[in-house]
């Protein structure tokens, strides 16, 4: 696999950490990132700040427009970077145009991201249903708004600190299968200026469900020839990202619930881009010590042991899966509230226990069934927006980051 160009970030493995609310927080980032650099050849090229990151992009859990222009307190901890990530990803959530371009311009302008991507590809209906994430391009007069006001608003405030920073999108096929927007937006954001552009396989109706559709991946990149296009959806291992690339022609791959319980995924990841066969297969004991570590910089994070450990509980059982551990003992690990609890818990599981195999690997996460997508009343009548619809998007930006 080649190196990927995003404007003027060179991503020397074409792998990108997915965007995921209550997920990808600074202390995940950094397990995924050291995982990754463990892959690196000894003569890959060093990182350069803001400009080459060898190993990888990691970026923040989804950031709301509006709380980052309101300058709420969470947000602001949000997307505080990691002081050892080369290049510092934002991802960016909104529907109005002209919050999403204030947004970007406080990144650039205030130095605090190298990269912004644009979210439309959530499908959570508290974000569809105001007219959001997944369900925004639709509308293309109001995408089309979004994306070109972001790119400009990069654009001018990186001319005044001589740093071109670029913007990037994230969307999925479409609202369901008769109302798909991938390849329109594609083409849009490519006009736009748009840096690249990345798919998730699946509509919003699939939600997490059934199988990512890679071909949709090769479509997309049939019809958006001058940005790199990147591939997102049941990339579970190092192979399954090969796999896709080599089925679509895509660019580089965004991997979201894959590494989930599994950061040393990115050690497989950036090994097979570099053409290693190399592939992590730990024990409990090292699992356990992943775990350990997790909670420690949760710790430092947030400040707070309590809030530390009980956002640490959802991780329990990804980085558990296949391992034998028993209910019980799953059950008291996913209700620690301490390092000390955390310690006793770990301490009692037979850590002597070699790599499960397959039962460790494959799908992690969320899934569920289709659903029906959650919109604004009307927004299927038409492709653009009226003036009713604008009034309903006017109060749509949500105040809180994360999802």
């Avoid at 901890?77 to 290049?87: A, G, L, N, S, Y």
């Avoid at 105001?130 to 369900?135: E, L, M, R, V």
């Avoid at 690249?196 to 559709?213: E, F, I, N």
């Avoid at 580089?252 to 066969?277: E, I, M, N, Y």
């Amino acid at each position: 696999m080649s190196a990927l160009q995003i404007g003027p970030v060179t991503v020397g493995s074409p792998v990108v950490l997915a965007p995921m609310a209550g997920v990808t927080n600074p202390p995940f980032r950094k397990l995924c990132r050291e995982a990754a650099l463990e892959a690196l050849p000894a003569d890959a090229p060093a990182a350069v700040p803001g400009a080459h990151a060898p190993a990888g992009l990691y970026v923040t859990e989804m950031i709301t427009s509006r709380a980052l222009v309101e300058r709420t307190p969470e947000t602001m901890r949000m997307i505080t970077p990691d002081p050892e990530e080369p290049v510092r990803s934002v991802q960016l959530y909104g529907v109005d145009p002209a919050t999403i371009a204030a947004a970007v311009r406080i990144l650039v302008a205030e130095d605090r991201a190298d990269h912004v991507d644009l979210n439309f590809g959530c499908p959570v209906p508290k974000v569809t249903r105001k007219g959001g994430g997944g369900a925004l391009p639709w509308k293309r007069d109001l995408f089309e708004a979004i994306v070109t006001g972001a790119v400009q608003a990069a654009r001018e405030a990186s001319a005044a600190r001589d740093r071109e920073v670029p913007v990037t999108v994230k969307m999925r096929m479409g609202i369901d299968d008769e109302h798909f927007t991938y390849l329109d937006a594609g083409r849009i954001a490519e006009r736009a200026g748009i840096a690249s552009v990345a798919l998730h396989a699946r509509t919003v109706a699939q939600y997490y469900s059934g199988q990512a559709r890679w071909e949709a991946v090769a479509r997309l990149k049939e019809a958006v020839t001058t940005i790199p296009v990147l591939g997102n959806g049941d990339i579970w291992s190092a192979e399954d990202a090969a796999e896709m690339m080599r089925q679509t022609g895509c660019d580089g791959v965004v991997v979201g619930r894959g590494c989930q319980g599994r950061p040393w995924l990115f050690t497989d990841l950036v090994a097979a881009a570099h053409g290693s066969d190399r592939r992590v297969t730990p024990g409990l004991r090292e699992v356990a010590a992943v775990i350990r570590r997790h909670a420690e910089l949760m710790v430092e994070h947030f400040g707070e042991e309590d809030r530390a450990l009980r956002e640490m509980r959802k991780h329990m059982s990804w980085y558990l899966k296949g391992y034998v551990v028993g209910g019980e003992a799953r059950h008291a690990l996913g209700l620690v509230s301490s390092l000390a609890e955390l310690d006793e818990r770990l301490a009692v599981l037979d850590l002597d226990q070699p790599y499960p195999g397959e039962a460790a690997e494959g799908p992690r996460g969320r899934a569920g069934s289709p659903k029906q997508p959650h919109l604004p009343e009307g927004w299927l009548a038409s492709r653009d927006v009226d003036e009713e619809l604008r009034a309903v998007l006017a109060q749509a930006e949500l105040s809180v980051s994360g999802g």
